[in-house]
Each structure stands twice: as C-alpha cells, then as structure tokens.
C-alpha cells in the first residue's frame, strides 16, 4: 500500500527555536497534503492544506507565519514550527492524497511526530 | 462539512462482535463515508469507505441505510489489537477534499 513517512518522529527543542518536520510520500505523487494537529486525547485537527507549488491554505485561527509550509515537490511536504513553545508541544500527522488515485478517497497517513518544547 | 456524532467510548471481549455507529444527519449528496482507526502516538489507518447500502472488506463491515444520516462499523470477531480509537469522517472525495475529524470512538477489548 501507498506509504507516507514522517521525519522526525519525535523532537525536544527548547523553547524559541524552530524546528521542521518532513513529511514524503514513498510510492506515490501527491498533489495534496494536509497537516494536522492532537493534543492528548483529543481529536485531529486540520491545520492546513498544502498543494505542490502554491502557497498553504490554513484553517482559521492558525498562524501562517508561525506554522510554515512548503510543498516544493509532489513527494514531500513540510512544517516548520517557528519559534516554539511549550504550548506548540503536541503531536503533529500529516496525511496525502496520492494524485493517480485522487478520487478513490482514501488518505495516507503519516506516522506522526511527536514535539516537546522546553 | 458534515458534523458526525459517535460515542466516546465502548467495551468488548475478544472473539465478539462489534458495532460502531456514526450520525451524520446533514450528509451531503456528494459525501462519501469513511472510517479511519488510530492507535496510540500514530497516524490514522483507513478502515473502509461506501456510499450507500454495505460494504464488506477483509476487516470490516459498513452499513449505510437509504437515508444515509448514520452509518455503522462492525468489527467480526475482535481480538485485543484491535483496541483503538475509530473515527467516522463524512465528506466528498474529491482531490481538494478536506476531512474534519470527530471525537472519535474509544474501543476497549478485554480478554
């Protein structure tokens, strides 16, 4: 099956520094990557949607300039959390739809990363 | 986007079956249903997707009625793995899709 990977799995930073996390499509091309955030026992929240070679589009009440995204490639996406802080600690998935199979509806999901800041 | 009401939580013993069901009451014509299941510090893993009717395939089941306003997930024969949170996303399916998550369903299988 289509595989998506994260990069790092997990992360400690201290606090204002800035951290990127990498998310590749192994097999497949993907137009369309979406990243999202859970905080312990909760749900998955969008934070935004990114299409390769545009700009991200963010859900509201996320910050574009805090929560940079690229999406340089077809196979890979990222997030860089700008000068972090302990209330950014959580765990961040992003998901990808595979650009052959784009209206099959299913998604691929990263692994996930895990952020701590101190 | 169409709001989904699960249950927060439910119990079963291995070898049971299982039955999750989802409200979706404000179902767009175009909306497909999906389960996704997560376990602990991972992504969601796709479970199954119908539009309509039931759908079967090598780990579930999905029961959708003609109205479409709700949709059950049945899990044959549970085992122990299978303890997870289960979500019920309802959207289209379209390459510009977005997917709101509910609050998902807790499934605890005891031995």
């Known amino acids: 099956g289509a595989v998506v990977s994260q990069h790092p799995s997990w992360v400690i930073c201290k606090s204002g520094t800035s951290v990127k996390i990498e998310c590749r499509s192994l097999d497949f091309q993907a137009t369309t990557m979406f990243w999202y955030r859970q905080f312990p026992k909760q749900s998955l929240m969008l934070m935004a949607t990114?299409?390769?070679?545009?700009?991200?589009?963010?859900e509201q009440g996320v910050e574009k300039d805090k929560f940079l995204i690229n999406h340089a490639s077809l196979t890979l996406s990222t997030l860089t959390v700008t000068s972090a802080h302990p209330e950014d600690s959580s765990f961040y998935i992003c998901s990808a739809v595979d650009r052959v199979a784009q209206n099959t509806g299913e998604l691929f999901f990263g692994e996930g990363s895990r952020l701590t800041v101190l | 986007l169409a709001k989904t009401t699960q249950p927060i939580s439910m119990d079963s013993y291995e070898g049971q079956e299982v039955n999750i069901t989802c409200s979706h009451n404000n179902i767009a014509t175009n909306d497909y249903i999906t389960w996704y299941q997560q376990f602990p510090s991972q992504g969601p893993r796709f479970i199954i997707q119908g539009y309509k009717t039931k759908v079967t395939n090598e780990v579930a089941s999905l029961f959708i009625p003609a109205d479409r306003k709700s949709s059950t997930l049945s899990l044959p024969r549970v085992s122990l793995s299978d303890t997870a949170v289960y979500y019920c996303?309802?959207?289209?399916?379209?390459?510009?899709?977005?997917?709101?998550f509910g609050s998902g369903t807790q499934l605890t299988v005891l031995p």
């Open positions: 996303l309802v959207g289209d399916i379209g390459p510009a899709r977005q997917l709101t």
């Open positions: 990114s299409n390769e070679g545009s700009k991200a589009t963010y």
